[in-house]
Every structure is written in C-alpha cells, then in structure tokens.
C-alpha cells in the first residue's frame, strides 16, 4: 500500500512519527513523507522519500522569531492565541493543496498526519482518502470532564473549581483561540466545508479521522466521561532507532544520584527560565548533573559551571541516561516526559508555553512528579522538589508504576497496526 506521511517541520512532531513510519516501511509498505525541507537529511538516512513543503510555509523551531518577530513579545494567553492562528491555522489551506497537488504523483492509500495540521477534514470529505491522526501531544478532544486546553488545570475537586474552569474554557474558546476558530471555518467555507459550530478546534481532528493514534498512556490521562473508540493510546512515541544503534553512555563514575535537565528545544532561548535556575540548584549536590541545551549556549555554560559533577551538553541520548537517572527537571516537553516515565523516571516539571502547563498537569495529576507551576522556578524551589523526590521513596514507586503501563505494548507496533487496521477497512 502506498502511505503519505505529513506533518509540520518541527522536531517534536516528526521525530516521534518515525518509528511508526520506519515499522510500516519494513512490513512492505512504500511510505513518503510530506513536510518541510529541514528534514532532507534524516529522511535520506531513513530510507523514505521527502515530498516537500511547496505552498506552506515552513515553521521550524528555530525560524519562529524569524518569521515572527513580535511573538518574542508574547505571553501566556496572547501567545497560545498568535500561535493557534499565525502558525497552526493558516497553513491549512496551503497543506492540503500541496497534498491535493501531490497525489498525483504519488497515488496514496491513506494518510498519517501530524495531529496540529488540521487538515483531516479537507483529505477525508473532499478526496475521500483514509486518515490517521497522529497525536504527539496529550489528548486534546474536549470532555465534560476534562478541564480547558492551555491553563495548566486539574480535574476540579469543587464546584469552585469547577466554576472558574467553565469561565477559564470560554475564555479560551471566545477569545483567546478565536482568530484560530475564525481563519479554520474561514479556509473550510471556501472548501464548502461546514464545520460544526459546537466542540473547538483541536476536535475535528478526532472527528474526522478513521482512527487516532494517542501518544501516551490513558494512566498518563484524564479521566474521561466519553469514550472515543477511535482513539488509541500506544505508549512513549519515541524517533526511530536503529538496532544495535544503542551505546552505553559514557558518565563519569562516582555518584549514587544522578539528575537530568532540559529546557527542550523550542523554548530554550532564555536559560534563566529553568537551565541557570536549576544548575544553580544542584551544583552543590552530591549528585551528577546531566544537563542537555538543545545546541544553545552549551560553551558558555560549560565555562560558567566548571564543577566536575556537572555535565552540560548539546544533546543527550536520554533513552540511555535514564536508566540510571533519580530525577528529571524539565519544562515538560510531552516526548521526554513520556520517555522518562517509560523508563520509569520520576520529574520535576516547570514550563507554561506551547501546551506544557497541560502536560504537568497531567505529570502532577499522575502522581508522577512535582509540578512547580511555572516557567521561571527559583533555585530553591527546584532544589526542594528535587530533595522532596529523593527522599520519598512514593515518587519512584508511582513512576515505576507507570513504566509497566508504558511497557504493555511497542509503540511503533501498535501504531503501525491501527493504519493496517485502517487500510483493511476501506
């Protein structure tokens, strides 16, 4: 079967599609991928053909600013608004006529797409292709009793909560995603396309998808009064690998604790929000200190934290590291918080932006790890949720736990077998 792969040009949404893609290459499929140039490279080491981007434009992690000089400006609720908009929302128009345009060449079976696309409505309805939505991100269908994307909430606990959570999910859906909701009904009417008026945004991809493939575990989830059958948890979505690839990582020897931190790899310009706080934290501890930049800063912070229990890299093969890591501080990235509990790793998480708060959320909801709430912790907050997960041996146990849910199946094998699944269906 022919198989397209789309999804935007950002690590975080295409790294975790590759397992999936690379399982369904190997089972005979002849599998491409439509995305953005900047993945020529790991497409070609692959083995899979890049269709790239003709009319989209190509939003990466390092060319947002670029592209978009007052975002810098932006925060909290003003920012998730000028994203949902400038670089989710208006690019529909552009993905599908590129798709439109490019089966002609390649004549595709069904489609796996990148969830934040947005355009399993346009491919299924007016091409009348399969679709197979792939969620890298935490579930993000709306739910009675799931609380409004974006604030960082919890299940309410009482009608008070409750209360401010059904002020805070009209908030969101009225005004802060409103040039979001407009420009999608707005591109789809022009399709003659008619959207549903009630349920947001982030639901017609589950609505108009055959079947969803859901990062995560449901233990990693909300509670959840209706059931999408559609949608399948499948684990830690993890970049492909290559067997035998896997090295031992080299660290030095000496310390019984060994901690991890990221800022991940989009919002890391700033290393005063977390990576400064936290060094600053633990480099009097009698623990290794592994710490990834994301290629950002890496020389100076090497020079400024000498001390011989800090290791401050570009990048870290955290798969490896984190079978022998105790804690890790992270802004709360949905991969290295599904990768870590996977390898059952308990965390510290602080981060707002790009839909983390939603994440720790869920990480803190868990039981999985201590959620600080913000995306600029002092040093002594991190200091004291890290000695708190050390010394309560109920933060390991939990994350242990869920390393067994996350163990239940192969990702990629499961993944791979809800687009067979899809594909014997039609």
Known sequence: MNILFASQAIDGHFNPMTGVAMKLKERGHDVRWYTGPVFTGKLKGLGIPLVPFKRAIEHRADNLFELYPERARLKGPRAIGFDGEKIFASNISNFFEDIRDLQQEFPFDALVVDSSMFVQRLVSHLLGKPVVNVAVIPNMESDPLVPPLFFGFRPPRNPAEKALQTVAGQLSDKIILRPAHQSYRRQHTFYGQDVPKRGRLTDDAYRCSDAVIQAGTQSLDFPRRNTNPKVHYVGALLPYRRPGADVAEELPPGYSTTIVVTQGTVDNADQDKLIIPALEALQDMDALVIVATGGRGTAELNRRYPQPNILIRDYVDFAAVFESTDVFVTNGGFG???????????????????????????????????????????????????????????????????????????????????????????
């Open 336 to 426: 290295g918080v599904q990768l870590a509990l996977s390898k059952g790793v308990p965390l510290v998480v602080s981060g707002i932006n790009e839909g983390k708060s939603d994440v720790n959320a869920r990480v803190e909801y868990a039981g999985a790890g201590i959620n600080l709430r913000t995306e600029a912790p002092s040093p002594e907050k991190i200091r004291r949720a890290v000695h708190s997960i050390l010394a309560e041996p109920g933060w390991k146990e939990r994350a242990q736990q869920m390393r067994q849910d996350f163990a239940r199946q192969d990702p990629a094998e499961a993944a791979a077998d809800v687009v067979e699944r899809v594909l014997a269906s039609r």
